[in-house]
């Protein structure tokens, strides 16, 4: 490990971190039901996750150079240097933390913590030699299995048989495809863990709109080790330092999918369910915008085919080649996540044809994206060409 890649782990303001996580962890019981009657649970939740992300990211760095879990520059990789894969130990590290610290765990928050540590684990085997697709979709099947069996499902189908089974099978449809939706999105510094923070502290803001306090209690952990793992990702003018690696990648996205169907976003029925759309709008266009361009250039004919695909062709890829830069590029689809949570956020007091019209707008915007960052990247192709012939000539 050179000196480029090296984190340090003795600067003075990590011992300072460290040292308030120790006085977090030390709070009693007393002292947190006085923070509790204080509204101020949630603040010290999200200072308890940042903190411990802030001091296991630069170990977590050290321990994936020393057991050589790296991720090699090679192929369509943008990075030059190889650079640690263990940022989801961290991630994982401060959120399970954080939440045995501070829960009495439900039935449903048991099934998700038992779900989210087999995607974790899976993910970290990937992490360290790459698991077959179909392997890694077997043990996203049966994380959804743990999820219906403590109750964690998609409900406004009729209490039947076959109510329940339509419940279950879009539950993990959910589940599965947010999961990889965010896996996807996991190809530049910071884009991922960024995304995910911001998803999750809109689910927080909504679940206050909805008196929630549990729920804004379980989203503020994964925004806290987000944000404390972001500054060793996301640097200005630097490479990442350490990547998420699929455990952190897959564990995200499992979570925010978890977090969607267990909340209660709105009094209305129709706004309940298209909240958590909205708010995950951008893994969502993600994921359906490139497997209708792979279909369409038949690139893929076959579900094997899809989920063994891999491309430059995702929204950051393609935001990328219109110029704009890694960074640039990373920021705009940080905007566009705020303005689909801020959209969510407007929908508490909204009817049913409010809810629909708002999911109608966010669809247009998203179809003015895709037309524009196919059209202007043809354009430039174009270009490109005659400037060659050009010059050819």
């Known amino acids: 490990m050179n000196e480029q890649e090296r984190l340090s782990l003795l600067n003075f303001d990590k011992i300072i971190i460290f040292l308030f996580v120790i006085f977090l962890l030390m709070l009693s019981g007393e002292a947190e039901q006085f923070l509790a009657r ?28 020393r057991v050589g879990l790296v991720d090699v520059p090679q192929g369509r990789k943008a990075h030059r240097v190889p650079t640690a894969l263990l940022g989801g130990v961290a991630i994982y590290a401060a959120f399970a933390i954080t939440v045995l610290r501070s829960y009495q765990f439900s039935d449903e928050l048991k099934g998700v913590a038992l779900a989210g540590t087999l995607i974790f684990i899976v993910g970290l085997l990937d992490d360290r030699r ?35 089974i339509g419940e279950w099978l879009l539950t993990g449809f959910w589940i599965i495809g947010i999961t990889n939706a965010v896996n996807f999105l996991d190809g530049m510094d910071g884009l991922a863990a960024g995304i995910c923070g911001i998803m999750s502290a809109f689910f927080g803001m909504v679940a206050l709109q909805n008196n929630q306090t549990y729920m804004v209690y379980l989203a503020l952990p994964l925004v806290g080790a987000c944000c404390g793992f972001l500054p060793y990702n996301f640097r200005r003018n630097r490479p990442a330092a350490i990547f998420l690696g699929d455990a952190g990648s897959t564990f995200l996205g499992f979570m925010v999918a978890a977090l969607a169907v267990m909340g209660n976003w709105g009094g209305d029925h129709t706004v309940r369910l298209i909240v958590p759309v909205i708010i995950l709008g951008v893994p969502i266009f993600d994921m359906t915008f490139t497997t209708v361009m792979r ?42 996540t705020i303005w689909l949570g801020l959209s969510a956020m407007a929908l508490k007091n909204a009817a049913g044809i409010n809810a629909l019209l708002q999911v109608a707008q966010s669809v247009i915007v998203f179809l003015l994206m895709a037309f524009f960052m196919v059209f202007i990247k043809g354009k430039y192709l174009e270009l490109e060409r005659h400037i060659h012939d050009a010059n050819g000539t």
């Open 38 to 65: 204080l509204d101020l649970k949630g603040i010290y939740l999200l200072l308890l996750s940042f903190g411990i992300a802030c001091v296991c990211t630069p170990l977590a760095h050290l321990v994936a150079h």
């Open 130 to 164: 790459e698991l077959p697709a179909k392997l890694k979709l077997l043990a996203q099947v049966a994380a959804v299995g743990i999820l219906v069996r403590y109750g964690v499902v998609i409900s406004f189908l009729p209490p039947t048989v076959w109510g329940d």
């Open 295 to 336: 279909i369409r250039h038949r690139q893929v004919r076959a579900f094997r085919e899809w989920i063994e695909f891999t491309g430059r062709d995702h929204i950051h890829h393609r935001l990328e080649d219109l110029r704009l830069g890694r960074s640039r590029a990373v920021i705009v689809i940080y905007i566009v």
